[in-house]
């Protein structure tokens, strides 16, 4: 037992240089790099990820460069319940370490949301849903929102107010697409506090899920979930360092 256990401390050695190797290759280079976390998991973890939109959700989820690991986002092109039921039929093809739900209240009856999130709960599916919609996630990576009515129409302008300093831009309304230069910055230091945008967008959305009693979902605006999620893909697979500087960012042109 003893020498299975060097091995194995070896090997993580080995893994561990390696991967500080490749990530000082990519700083260099102005990449973002992506560093093994102190609760690495040695396995490969699958984790699938059903998103009711197409382009948004997936194209973000599937920016998360993993380690060891694969995420599957499926964009599912549904709404609530059909998002459930995609992810029930997912499941039965492949196996998954995870299977996820991401979804919008939007303007979806509330009992018909409300009943998805607890049909995913029971299949054991970890839920990510957003009231009013995926976006609002991006919104707390600048905006420390404090919950509270905020209408998915604004949600566009708020994110584009932050992007505009860096030539970004989010189109809301046409390709909805999380580009790299955007992603990026979501994983990049917010100057003033010192801390990766993203970490603030998890501790601000988990201030706002935590002040919910979850009796109604569907009654909780404004809130996101997706944070659940996004701290799951953090611990279990690696820790970010994004590049520290502007210059360093994809834009658009």
Not at 6 to 16: P, S
Not at 36 to 41: A, K, Q, V
Not at 55 to 78: D, H, K
Not at 175 to 185: A, E, H, M, R, Y
Request: aromatic content about 12%; some cysteine.
């Amino acid at each position: 037992m003893k020498m299975k256990n060097k091995e194995a401390d070896q090997n993580d050695r080995r893994k561990r240089h390696k991967a500080e190797i490749s990530a000082a290759k990519k700083r260099k280079r102005g990449e973002p790099t992506f560093e093994l976390d102190e609760n690495y998991n040695e396995e490969r973890q699958r984790i699938l990820i059903v998103c009711e939109g197409e382009n948004t959700e997936p194209s973000y989820f599937r920016q998360f460069r993993l380690t060891s690991g694969q995420i599957v986002a499926v964009g599912a092109g549904c709404e609530t319940i059909r998002v459930v039921e995609r992810a029930e039929e997912e499941s039965r093809k492949e196996q998954y370490d995870q299977i996820w739900v991401v979804f919008d209240k939007d303007d979806f009856d509330a009992q018909d949301f409300n009943a998805a999130i607890v049909r995913a709960k029971n299949n054991g599916f970890g839920v990510a849903y957003s009231n009013q919609a995926f976006e609002y996630w991006l919104v707390l990576h600048f905006d420390d929102h404090q919950g509270g009515g905020m209408h998915r129409d604004e949600y566009e302008g708020k994110i584009n107010e932050h992007l505009f300093k860096y030539g970004l831009f989010y189109d809301g309304k046409e390709s909805k697409i999380v580009t790299g230069g955007i992603f990026d910055l979501l994983l990049a230091y917010e100057p003033k506090s010192n801390t990766r945008r993203i970490h603030l967008a998890i501790r601000r959305a988990k201030r706002i899920f935590d002040s919910y009693d979850h009796y109604s979902p569907a009654k909780e605006e404004s809130s996101t979930a997706v944070f659940l999620l996004v701290e799951e893909i953090l611990k279990n697979i690696v820790t970010i360092q994004p590049p520290s500087a502007a210059g360093a960012f994809r834009r658009l042109h």
